[in-house]
């Protein structure tokens, strides 16, 4: 595991006046660069030919780094880019995809935004259950076994497979039989089947929401809110019940967009609570915590109860729905305040207190 102290030696020999804001071309990099940019700071941005095309036409990049493949991110010459031009690297979604979790641990010697071994814990769904389970999150049940399956239960797999494959089932027999069938269809394997993940299936209404923790102000903000659109499930339920029953269709929650939402506002200390208590149990348990940006991505029942079933330990891709602030960040900012924008003014915070080793790791 990279040391804090090789970050802060690497942060030493960088002249603060000229930090570069960083990353990898997809997911959430359009408003984290623009987002750099509204508070000074020059970005670069990591790419592949014909993936830059948004960020130059966006003008959001002051400089490009190109590398042919992804992967490369990792590379040596790419790491000492970035540190030749002061550069603080936002991790997003993509960014640990491609770069990779061990080599973020272990080899990627550029100081980063947030703390770089909490991404393990969102990664691996043991490790985010019990985050969550320690901070007292209400989480779906969980099943250990298909012969344990008494209710609706949603059947997820292992890997970045984005929902495709995912099923629902009643009993241990339908488990089977779907499984089987989506093997038929080459989607799962046997060993797939055997490491399936089962949970309950949560009736309701999804709600992704969006917080900030400063370390700097010792506060969880809430920065927006938003609804997945899923391919093919939000197209499924268009066609009316008699001929889904004659298509035969099996879902997939394959995630392709996302909507803005606001929640009632009666269900906000309830919002307020799950993210004080997810910045608590991550400090109890992977110290210093969560640095930043998080999602609980949650469903409210009909009982006003908020289960959350899953957790992102960094900027979420859902915050792309707030490019030009939210309801909420407007309400905290009375500005257009996009996460993006919001890492950049804690990073330009912390230079002015000199506090830059409260936030990068
Ligand atoms: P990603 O990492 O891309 O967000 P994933 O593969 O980890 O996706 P989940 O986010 O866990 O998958 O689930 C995908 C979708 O399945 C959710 O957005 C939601 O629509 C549905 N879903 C997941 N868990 C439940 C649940 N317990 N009850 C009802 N629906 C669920």
Redesign the pocket.
Known sequence: MIKKEEILEILDTYNRDEITIATVGSHTALHILKGAKLEGFSTVCITVKGRDVPYKRFRVADKFIYIDDFKDIKNEEVQEKLRELNAIVVPH?SFIAYCGLDNIENNFLVPMFGNRKILRWEAERDLERKILENGNIRI?KKFNSPDEIDRAV?V?FPG????KG?FIANSKEEFYKKANLLKERGILDDEDIERAHI??????A?YCLHYFYSPLKNEVELLGIDR?Y?SN?DGLVRIPAKEQLELDMEPS?V?TGNFPVVIRESLLPLVFDMGDKLVKSAKELVPPGIVGPFCL?S?CTENLEL?V??M?ARID?GTNSFMNGSPYSYILYNEPMSMGQRIAREIKLALEFDMLDKIIY
Do not use: D
């Open positions: 979604g779906p949603i997820k970045a497979r984005g929902g995912y949970e309950e299936y949560v009736v309701g999804n997945r899923e499930i929650y995630i991505q469903l289960v079933f899953e992102s891709g």
